[in-house]
């Protein structure tokens, strides 16, 4: 019986060194992607996946749908430079002036007013505070006007109505 119990321990032990450990990895199931490593610098995306489920245990979380990345955004810091600009009158017969905001001194603005089909209608260079617009030699109808700052890269559009 003694022999046996040993047989059977020694079996086991001999079983158990002969079997590998489960190694968890980060994999992706999807239509297409492509993965890379070089140099320590980890590259990867993935294409087509549609199914979006988490799972969260005791000490791991497993998410299906998107792929994961190590990426923790903390803070988002954005300003509109246009968030005071007051554009009258709308509607609008003849001139329409555009004031821009009190905090800067100088604006460089590039002034694009579209017609509804798309087309431009009137473009303009513009710099300084208040800028007016001559829209008298337009038809009457609806228009988008777009005012981009040429040094920050930003833009607001506007919808003005110009009548008789």
């Known amino acids: 019986m003694k022999k046996l119990k040993i047989l059977i321990c020694s079996i ?3 079983m158990c060194s002969m079997t ?3 190694k968890i990895q980060n994999e992706v199931v999807s239509n297409a992607g492509f993965s890379a490593n070089h140099s320590g610098i980890n590259m990867a995306y993935t294409i087509g996946e549609i199914v979006i489920e988490t799972f969260s245990g005791s000490t791991k979380t497993l998410t299906q749908g998107f792929h994961q990345t190590g990426l923790t955004i903390t803070a988002v810091s ?3 430079l246009f968030s005071d600009i007051n ?3 709308n509607p609008t017969m003849q001139y ?3 004031d821009m905001p009190p905090h800067d001194s100088h604006f460089d ?3 694009t007013l579209y017609d509804i089909m798309g ?3 009137v473009q ?3 710099g300084g505070k208040s800028l007016p617009l001559d829209i008298s030699h337009l038809p009457d109808g609806a228009y988008h006007l777009h005012i981009v700052d040429t040094k920050n890269l930003q833009y607001k559009i506007f919808k003005i109505i110009k009548t008789h």
């Open 96 to 98: 329409l002036y555009i």
């Open 12 to 14: 086991f032990i001999i």
């Open 119 to 121: 087309r431009v209608a």
């Open 124 to 126: 303009q260079k513009k």
């Open 78 to 80: 954005a300003t509109d």
């Open 87 to 89: 554009i009258y009158p």
């Open 20 to 22: 590998y450990a489960q």
């Open 109 to 111: 603005v590039d002034i």
